[in-house]
């Protein structure tokens, strides 16, 4: 079957459609995304075809919305909710931290929770401290939640396709800087399985870990690092809990080196986990010490120089490589 080229919202919206055509307890619950489509206009023309009982235009209450999701859930539904913007994953964290983590542990697996949180992350938008916030690692410390970051729109659509047919809670994490990013996705019906890393580029003198918006800068970079003979292996890691650990144990094997690239603020961040994972394990393959490179420590700013100064951008990527490996 040929392929198509898509933007990265254009194939979640491909998701979410064909999985509410095929099963009729898939249902969209979130703020402004019936007539509006959405803050980032994801959710466009949905509830034109599936109605208003299936596309469910809700007030402005995360906790609402992320408790609505777990009751249906657990009654048989699998409900898709949209957070606006993941800061306000702060607003419903009891909901899905307390609740839908542990239902499924708590009743020795009698009940179940198959629903989606998705919601969008990130800087670059000039949105301020309130609207622009990287949280997801908070979430990977739970038990019985999964989160997945998909860095393309090939992975972005075969995610949250396996994530609506789940049975535990997804975090789905959008980065609003690839809402408009293009990518092929073929004609007929595939999924990605929850768990599974890929390598994006291959390379043989270190390895750069990263997911969501921290893909496309590391492959850039990798492009500039070999126009100077350094040949970077690109990592996406797609999913976060669960993690692919084989994956990146084996890729640091082979390039001896490992740099993790994250959005969120450097400390306590998900690189460190990555950073002790190779650590424990690969340690005798290393030549050089595992680098986080993260965010900075403050609030994301509205000064659009600023906000780019406070996550690492390509430059900054091809800087810290050159270090490690020259």
């Given at each position: 079957m040929p392929n198509k080229t898509v933007t990265y919202a254009e194939a979640i919206r491909e998701a979410l459609r064909e999985e509410m055509r095929r099963d009729p307890a898939v249902f969209l619950i979130g703020e402004d995304i019936g007539v509006y489509g959405g803050a980032f206009g994801v959710t466009q023309g949905l509830i034109e075809e599936f109605g208003e009982e299936r596309v469910i235009d809700t007030p402005i209450s995360e906790a609402a919305i992320a408790?609505?999701?777990?009751?249906?859930?657990?009654?048989?539904?699998?409900?898709?909710?949209?957070?606006?913007?993941?800061?306000?994953?702060?607003?419903?964290?009891?909901?899905?931290?307390?609740?839908?983590?542990?239902?499924?542990?708590?009743?020795?697996?009698?009940?179940?929770?198959?629903?989606?949180?998705?919601?969008?992350?990130?800087?670059?938008?000039?949105?301020?401290?309130?609207?622009?916030?990287s949280l997801e690692s908070w979430f990977t410390h739970?038990?019985?939640?999964?989160?997945?970051?998909?860095?393309?729109?090939?992975?972005?659509?075969?995610?949250?396709k396996s994530a609506i047919r789940?049975?535990?809670?997804?975090?789905?994490?959008?980065?609003?800087?690839?809402?408009?990013?293009?990518?092929?996705?073929?004609?007929?019906d595939y999924q990605i399985p929850i768990g599974k890393g890929e390598i994006k580029h291959q390379g043989k003198d270190v390895t750069l870990i990263a997911y969501s918006i921290m893909v496309p800068r590391s492959l850039e970079a990798a492009k500039i690092l070999a126009q100077q003979g350094i040949e970077a292996e690109v990592l996406d890691l797609r999913s976060l809990r669960p993690l692919d650990e084989e994956l990146i144990l084996q890729s640091v094997r082979k390039t001896n080196r490992?740099?993790?690239?994250?959005?969120?603020?450097?400390?306590?961040?998900?690189?460190?986990?990555?950073?002790?994972?190779?650590?424990?394990?690969?340690?005798?393959?290393?030549?050089?010490?595992?680098?986080?490179?993260?965010?900075?420590?403050?609030?994301?700013?509205?000064?659009?120089?600023?906000?780019?100064?406070?996550?690492?951008?390509?430059?900054?990527?091809?800087?810290?490589?050159?270090?490690?490996?020259?």
């Open positions: 408790g609505a999701a777990i009751g249906a859930s657990l009654v048989g539904m699998r409900p898709v909710a949209e957070i606006m913007f993941f800061d306000f994953m702060t607003l419903c964290a009891d909901q899905v931290v307390n609740q839908a983590a542990k239902i499924r542990f708590m009743f020795g697996g009698k009940a179940k929770v198959p629903m989606v949180l998705r919601s969008p992350v990130g800087s670059g938008t000039g949105a301020a401290g309130h609207h622009s916030g739970i038990p019985g939640l999964k989160v997945v970051a998909p860095a393309t729109p090939y992975d972005a659509k075969g995610l949250l789940d049975d535990n809670p997804v975090l789905f994490v959008e980065h609003k800087l690839l809402y408009r990013t293009k990518g092929e996705i073929p004609e007929e490992a740099m993790v690239i994250y959005e969120p603020s450097k400390f306590g961040a998900f690189g460190a986990e990555i950073a002790a994972l190779i650590m424990e394990k690969a340690f005798d393959y290393l030549d050089a010490p595992v680098i986080r490179l993260g965010g900075e420590e403050m609030p994301p700013p509205y000064n659009p120089n600023l906000e780019k100064k406070l996550v690492p951008q390509v430059e900054d990527i091809v800087r810290s490589v050159r270090e490690m490996v020259i």
